[in-house]
């Protein structure tokens, strides 16, 4: 630590002339941004605010700064129609507007891109857990299927960037120690000017865990360089590494979580305890690519992106041992063409985005957290391709029409290598046309209303083809999705009182459900439809004190009601049909609320509830909702050459014991993962801007 703070002294005293740093005004609407930024969207190539774009949210790294920063799953949870689940630290799952009916771990089921690269493997894995608080700058969210120009997934798309327009050379350092062994380190490098802009972060993150056996360490770091070849040339090359360890303490009987729900599984049987075998996630994941933008012409522009990506698993379990190795590559490249007649711009979107999988997954015993005899080994070849095309038209900035589709296809190879002979298992996936259509309309400078309708497909990740019951299953079918949309936005008080409303309908058919045998393997179904109907609601106001006490004061408001139910689904002789999903609340609410004043002081609350939950298809079993409450107080000398910010806070200040990214279906009643009770943190963070 000392080293870092020595080399921040040294930066800080280099000055260089050439430095050009953009300044932006604070105005009362900066207020506002200090929870979540409403400034420019870019998702489906649509480059205007927010506030011209139906059900896009986007989400600041400041927006998340709030917290102790080990990752940013409460700033997400406050955004309404998404959930984003922890089941011990370092396993996140993300659910945009939909369940966790396919994700007992990881994040599935939604398209994810930073700074242009796909995230997503061709198999339909993220690896969310990659990423440190300093590795974006904003985030771009969107809920609902999103295929006509980003090809599969049905739950959405999270569109992160490193650099933004507020960029400015010089160097920014934090630390926070907290309860359960906290150590969180933050170092962001900026450096460079206008035309080449530059950006080094590097992260560590470290705690003992809440529950036992429960540790985790992320090193993380990154490398972002954008320059301006020309006037007509943008170039954008991106690295990331990550070096991740956690333990997994396995789920819990209700029995078991009512006696110690901050023990870890015991053993039972002949399998062991989480501990004995020593469960474990020693993950590593590298990406690098290049993003271009040029400009063809006066109308015309084309953006390619290429990636290389390779992630190496091992995965110790009370049942086995897993070893993953998981390169792949990628393309994706779109021209945009452009065009004003009057009051009316036209644009038109084309293009193609390839993904190919190289995999391999060799499962053996499990003796004491090592690798014993070998059970199988598979080498895994998936391919996707997607090619798209839409039309975007603005009238007067007044009413906005796109429209999009895609044709997608995918298909996978396996090829398990230890049965002789060697075979070969084929699965081809039909073609898929997905569209999408959204109309806007602003009525006046502070209503506006829109709808859309969507389709959307999702074929089977590789852990869903090969569970851990290691029986590969290419007998399942690709989910398929229809989702409408209205969407209703006021403003009043001068636009610092912003109200939105959202109401969807999502049908799925071939709906992909996680089961469990009675050795705690997981496996996969196709089961049946579900009816997913819902309201988002979000309301924020923020106004401002000049030379008051108080200087300014923000609030945001967010409740997502869902009724989330399977259509048709039996299992044996057993109906579930009007049955709720599973790992679904029917209500949650989040509150912000954050006080600045004049000296520098600030003050942060933030609350989160959600409803019970159900564990199993069958309604028998549920975990009993939760209310949290965290603050922090501070102080900042902001807009000086040397920035400090002190601070500490608390969070789950009422001590709620609940559990947080349950297991469900499972035949043993194994569902619970409590979380973090109350805790503290303290942080401090330097800055120099040159």
């Known amino acids: 630590m000392k080293g870092k703070i020595l080399l921040l002294i040294l930066l800080c005293s280099y000055k260089a002339t050439t430095a050009q740093v953009d300044t932006i005004p604070i105005t009362k609407d900066s207020v506002k941004q200090q929870t979540l930024d409403e400034v420019i969207v870019t998702a489906f190539e649509q480059n205007r605010r927010a506030g011209a774009s139906i059900n896009v949210v986007q989400l600041s790294n400041k927006a998340t700064d709030r917290y102790n920063k080990s990752s940013v799953l409460s700033g997400i949870n406050t955004v309404p129609g998404v959930r984003m689940e922890e089941r011990s630290p370092g396993s996140y799952r993300v659910n945009l507007r939909g369940s966790s009916l396919r994700s007992p771990f990881g994040v599935r089921n939604v398209k994810v891109y930073w700074n242009g690269l796909p995230v997503t493997d061709p198999g339909g894995n993220t690896y969310f857990n990659q990423f440190a608080f300093n590795n974006f700058s904003s985030m771009e969210i969107f809920k609902g299927p999103a295929g006509s120009l980003y090809g599969a997934g049905t739950g959405g798309l999270i569109l992160m960037n490193s650099i933004d327009n507020n960029w400015n050379p010089g160097i920014h350092a934090e630390y926070i120690t907290g309860s359960f062994g906290l150590h969180n380190i933050f170092v962001t490098g900026k450096f460079g000017k206008d035309e080449n802009k530059n950006q080094l972060t590097y992260a560590h993150n470290e705690s003992n865990g809440f529950r036992d056996h429960t540790k985790m360490r992320r090193d993380n770091a990154s490398w972002v ?83 290389g990506a390779f992630a190496t698993i091992d995965n110790p379990t009370v049942r086995n041992y897993e070893k993953r190795k998981e390169p792949h590559v990628g393309g994706r490249t779109s021209f945009n063409w452009q065009q004003q007649f009057s009051k009316t711009t036209v644009q038109l979107v084309a293009g193609t985005e390839i993904q190919q999988g190289f995999f391999n997954t060799r499962v053996s015993g499990n003796v004491n957290g090592k690798p014993d005899t070998l059970q199988t080994d598979d080498d895994i070849r998936y391919s996707v391709y997607t090619i798209f095309s839409q039309a975007d038209v603005n009238i007067n900035e007044r009413f906005f029409i796109n429209a999009g589709i895609s044709f997608n296809s995918s298909g996978v190879r396996f090829t398990r290598l230890n049965e002789l002979p060697v075979k070969a ?18 009525i006046n400078n502070d209503f506006s209303i829109g709808a859309s309708f969507a ?67 997981d496996y996969y179904i196709n089961a049946g439809r579900t009816r997913q109907k819902g309201v988002e609601f979000s309301g924020s106001y923020a106004t401002s004190f000049p030379g008051k006490v108080v200087n300014s004061i923000s609030f945001r408001l967010a409740y997502t009601y869902n009724d989330f139910r399977y259509a048709d689904l039996s299992k044996d002789t057993v109906n579930f049909s009007g049955k709720r999903l599973p790992s679904v609340p029917a209500h949650t609410t989040g509150f912000l609320a954050d006080v600045n004043f004049k000296a520098g002081f600030y003050v942060n609350i933030t609350q989160y509830y959600a409803s019970d939950i159900y564990l199993n298809d069958a309604n028998t079993a549920k975990a009993n909702g939760y209310n949290l409450v965290g603050a922090r107080i501070g102080w900042k000398n902001k807009g000086t050459r040397f920035p400090i910010n002190l601070y500490a806070g608390a969070e789950n200040i009422f001590d709620e014991t609940y559990s947080l990214g349950n297991d469900i279906n499972d035949p043993r009643g194994r569902y619970f993962n409590v979380a973090a009770g109350r805790n503290y943190y303290v942080g401090v963070s330097i800055g120099c801007n040159r």
């Open 425 to 442: 298992i084929n699965r081809t996936y039909r073609d898929e046309y997905t569209p999408r259509l959204s109309l806007m309309g602003k």
């Open 225 to 307: 360089s954008q320059l301006k070849v020309s006037g007509r040339q943008q170039l954008t090359a991106s690295v990331l590494y990550t070096d991740l360890y956690y333990e997994t303490p396995g789920a819990l009987t209700l029995a078991e979580f009512n006696n110690n729900p901050k023990a870890s599984r015991p053993g039972a049987g002949i399998l062991p305890s989480a501990v004995a075998a020593k469960a474990s996630i020693h993950q590593k994941n590298i990406l690098a690519g290049l993003n271009n933008q040029q400009k063809i012409g006066t109308h015309l522009s084309n953006t390619t992106s290429i990636y």
């Open 455 to 521: 389709k959307g497909f999702s074929p089977p990740a590789i852990s869903e083809l090969l569970p851990s019951t290691s029986v590969i299953s290419t007998n399942l079918e690709a989910e398929k999705a229809t989702n409408y949309e209205l969407t209703v936005r006021h403003s009043f008080l001068k636009k610092a009182l912003v109200l939105e409303a959202n109401l969807f309908y999502f049908r799925l058919k071939n709906a992909l459900v996680q089961r469990r045998d009675l050795a705690g393997a």
